[in-house]
C-alpha cells in the first residue's frame, strides 16, 4: 500500500529554474555545451570582506547555536544600513534572520493569514509565492502586470482588493522577477495609502534593491506609519555573491520580528552565526566591490536586451530592474505552435544536439506569464552573445521543432497568444 500524502503536497511544485538546472547540468555532465540563463545566481565571488570574516569565524569556532531572531550584532548592522539607505529609524529591533529572503515568505502568510483569507498577487509572479499562500489555506488574487505599463503595479487593482471583505495581505516586488519591472515612488505611496490602518498586511520582496538600472528604489518600509503592516525581505544572495551562505533578513516592527523570530525558533532554530558575521562584514566593507558588481550586471542586462531587441518576432521592454530579461516571443510561438516554455525546452533540449540555451517559459510564473521568456545575465558576455546568436537558427529549424513536439507533447500550444502590434513574425 502506498502511503497517502496530504493534498497540499500532493499538489505541490518546485521552482522550475532549479529544475532546469539539473536538466542543464546532466546535459552538460553528457558533453553538451550549454549557456545557462535560467537561474537567478550571481557569476562573480563572495564579496572580499565578507568571505574572510566567514573563514575567520570557522576558525573561531562560531558555529554553535545563537538566538534565533539573529545576533545582534548582525542585527544592529542591517538596521544601521537600512537607516543610510533609504533613511529610517531603525534599531536591531526591527530586524530578525532568515536564510535568504524567500523563507519569509512562509512566515509572513503564518503570522497574518488564516484559512480563507485573500493575498493579492501581482502576476507574473516568483513561483514560490503561491506554495505559501496555500500553505495556509488561503485564496491568491491575481493583477496582471502589462508590458504597456512597463510592469508596474495597478493601483485600481490594489484599491479594489482592499474592498474585498476577505482581503487580508498584498505580495509586492519590485525590482520585479521575472519582468524586470520597477515600482515608481508614487506607485509605492499609492499602496501605502490605501492599505494604512486597514486590516491589510504588506510583503515587500526586495531581493533586487541593489539592482536598479532606471529611477530608484523605493522600499514601502520609508512610509509613513506603514512598519506595523509591512514585513520588507531582503538577501545577501545577489548584491554580495553569497547564494550558497543562505543569509538574508526581514525589516518590520518589533513586535512583527519577535513573532518571525519565534517561528525560526521553532523550524529552523537559527541562521549559522558565522554566516551573520561574514554579512556583517559585508555590510561593512564590500560597499565599493557590491556596486562594482552591480554595474557590471547592468551592463549585461543592457548587452542582452539589444541583442534580443534586434531579433524577428521578438519584443523586449527594458527591464528597469534585477538582472532577468523578459522577452516576448508570442509571435515566434504562433508560428512554431509551441508554448513558451516549450520554446525554452526546446532551445536546451532538440534545437541543436551539441548546442543548447538554458532559459525559463514565461508561464512557470503564473499565466499571466504566458507567451514570454525568462533570461538571466549571470554569464560571461561573450556566451550572452553566443546564445542569442543561436536562436534565430534555431527558431527557423521547423522540422526540429515537430520532432520535439513529437516527443513532448506536453509544450504542443492549444490556441494562439495575442500578438504585441508592430512585431514582425520573422
Given at each position: 500500500?502506498?502511503?497517502?500524502?496530504?493534498?497540499?503536497?500532493?499538489?505541490?511544485?518546485?521552482?522550475?529554474?532549479?529544475?532546469?538546472?539539473?536538466?542543464?547540468?546532466?546535459?552538460?555532465?553528457?558533453?553538451?555545451?550549454?549557456?545557462?540563463l535560467q537561474i537567478g545566481d550571481s557569476p562573480f565571488s563572495t564579496t572580499a570582506h565578507a568571505k574572510a570574516a566567514g573563514i575567520e569565524a570557522i576558525e573561531n569556532d562560531q558555529t554553535h547555536y545563537c538566538p534565533s531572531i539573529g545576533v545582534g550584532e548582525f542585527r544592529a548592522t542591517v538596521a544601521e544600513n537600512m537607516n543610510t539607505l533609504y533613511g529610517l529609524a531603525l534599531d536591531e529591533r526591527?530586524?530578525?534572520?532568515?536564510?535568504?529572503?524567500?523563507?519569509?515568505?512562509?512566515?509572513?502568510?503564518?503570522?497574518?493569514?488564516?484559512?480563507?483569507?485573500?493575498?493579492?498577487?501581482?502576476?507574473?509572479?516568483?513561483?514560490?509565492?503561491?506554495?505559501?499562500?496555500?500553505?495556509?489555506?488561503?485564496?491568491?488574487?491575481?493583477?496582471?502586470?502589462?508590458?504597456?505599463?512597463?510592469?508596474?503595479?495597478?493601483?485600481?487593482?490594489?484599491?479594489?482588493?482592499?474592498?474585498?471583505?476577505?482581503?487580508?495581505?498584498?505580495?509586492?516586488?519590485?525590482?520585479?522577477?521575472?519582468?524586470?519591472?520597477?515600482?515608481?515612488?508614487?506607485?509605492?505611496?499609492?499602496?501605502?495609502?490605501?492599505?494604512?490602518?486597514?486590516?491589510?498586511?504588506?510583503?515587500?520582496?526586495?531581493?533586487?534593491?541593489?539592482?536598479?538600472?532606471?529611477?530608484?528604489?523605493?522600499?514601502?518600509?520609508?512610509?509613513?506609519?506603514?512598519?506595523?503592516?509591512?514585513?520588507?525581505?531582503?538577501?545577501?544572495?545577489?548584491?554580495?555573491?553569497?547564494?550558497?551562505?543562505?543569509?538574508?533578513?526581514?525589516?518590520?516592527?518589533?513586535?512583527?520580528?519577535?513573532?518571525?523570530?519565534?517561528?525560526?525558533?521553532?523550524?529552523?532554530?537559527?541562521?549559522?552565526?558565522?554566516?551573520?558575521?561574514?554579512?556583517?562584514?559585508?555590510?561593512?566593507?564590500?560597499?565599493?566591490?557590491?556596486?562594482?558588481?552591480?554595474?557590471?550586471?547592468?551592463?549585461?542586462?543592457?548587452?542582452?536586451?539589444?541583442?534580443?531587441?534586434?531579433?524577428?518576432?521578438?519584443?523586449?521592454?527594458?527591464?528597469?530592474?534585477?538582472?532577468?530579461?523578459?522577452?516576448?516571443?508570442?509571435?515566434?510561438?504562433?508560428?512554431?505552435?509551441?508554448?513558451?516554455?516549450?520554446?525554452?525546452?526546446?532551445?536546451?533540449?532538440?534545437?541543436?544536439?551539441?548546442?543548447?540555451?538554458?532559459?525559463?517559459?514565461?508561464?512557470?510564473?503564473?499565466?499571466?506569464?504566458?507567451?514570454?521568456?525568462?533570461?538571466?545575465?549571470?554569464?560571461?558576455?561573450?556566451?550572452?552573445?553566443?546564445?542569442?546568436?543561436?536562436?534565430?537558427?534555431?527558431?527557423?529549424?521547423?522540422?526540429?521543432?515537430?520532432?520535439?513536439?513529437?516527443?513532448?507533447?506536453?509544450?504542443?500550444?492549444?490556441?494562439?497568444?495575442?500578438?504585441?502590434?508592430?512585431?514582425?513574425?520573422?
Amino acid at each position: 500500500m502506498t502511503f497517502t500524502l496530504s493534498t497540499f503536497a500532493d499538489g505541490l511544485k518546485s521552482e522550475t529554474a532549479f529544475d532546469v538546472l539539473a536538466i542543464a547540468r546532466t546535459l552538460k555532465a553528457a558533453g553538451k555545451d550549454v549557456v545557462e540563463l535560467q537561474i537567478g545566481d550571481s557569476p562573480f565571488s563572495t564579496t572580499a570582506h565578507a568571505k574572510a570574516a566567514g573563514i575567520e569565524a570557522i576558525e573561531n569556532d562560531q558555529t554553535h547555536y545563537c538566538p534565533s531572531i539573529g545576533v545582534g550584532e548582525f542585527r544592529a548592522t542591517v538596521a544601521e544600513n537600512m537607516n543610510t539607505l533609504y533613511g529610517l529609524a531603525l534599531d536591531e529591533r526591527n530586524i530578525v534572520v532568515g536564510p535568504g529572503a524567500k523563507v519569509f515568505e512562509q512566515f509572513f502568510c503564518e503570522a497574518v493569514l488564516n484559512p480563507g483569507d485573500e493575498v493579492l498577487v501581482f502576476s507574473p509572479q516568483f513561483p514560490t509565492y503561491v506554495p505559501n499562500i496555500q500553505r495556509r489555506q488561503a485564496t491568491v488574487v491575481t493583477s496582471a502586470l502589462k508590458e504597456k505599463n512597463d510592469f508596474r503595479p495597478n493601483l485600481e487593482d490594489v484599491e479594489a482588493f482592499v474592498n474585498r471583505p476577505r482581503g487580508r495581505a498584498i505580495f509586492l516586488n519590485s525590482p520585479h522577477n521575472p519582468t524586470g519591472g520597477v515600482a515608481t515612488e508614487s506607485d509605492i505611496k499609492g499602496i501605502a495609502d490605501l492599505i494604512r490602518g486597514r486590516q491589510t498586511a504588506l510583503l515587500s520582496d526586495e531581493p533586487y534593491d541593489r539592482m536598479v538600472w532606471r529611477g530608484t528604489h523605493h522600499t514601502p518600509l520609508a512610509q509613513p506609519d506603514l512598519l506595523d503592516q509591512c514585513v520588507a525581505a531582503y538577501t545577501f544572495s545577489k548584491s554580495y555573491s553569497m547564494s550558497g551562505w543562505r543569509l538574508g533578513y526581514a525589516v518590520t516592527s518589533p513586535r512583527l520580528a519577535e513573532t518571525i523570530g519565534k517561528m525560526i525558533n521553532t523550524s529552523l532554530s537559527c541562521v549559522p552565526p558565522l554566516v551573520q558575521i561574514a554579512g556583517a562584514a559585508g555590510l561593512r566593507g564590500d560597499a565599493d566591490e557590491r556596486d562594482r558588481n552591480m554595474s557590471l550586471f547592468g551592463k549585461k542586462v543592457q548587452l542582452l536586451t539589444e541583442a534580443l531587441q534586434r531579433l524577428d518576432g521578438i519584443r523586449v521592454v527594458p527591464p528597469g530592474g534585477t538582472f532577468y530579461v523578459f522577452p516576448n516571443v508570442t509571435v515566434i510561438c504562433n508560428r512554431l505552435g509551441i508554448t513558451s516554455h516549450g520554446l525554452a525546452m526546446y532551445l536546451l533540449e532538440g534545437a541543436d544536439d551539441a548546442f543548447g540555451v538554458a532559459c525559463l517559459g514565461g508561464e512557470c510564473f503564473g499565466e499571466a506569464g504566458e507567451g514570454f521568456l525568462r533570461f538571466s545575465c549571470a554569464e560571461p558576455d561573450d556566451r550572452i552573445t553566443q546564445a542569442v546568436k543561436f536562436m534565430p537558427d534555431a527558431f527557423s529549424r521547423a522540422a526540429r521543432v515537430r520532432e520535439y513536439l513529437d516527443k513532448h507533447a506536453e509544450y504542443r500550444l492549444g490556441s494562439l497568444y495575442p500578438e504585441p502590434q508592430g512585431v514582425t513574425s520573422g
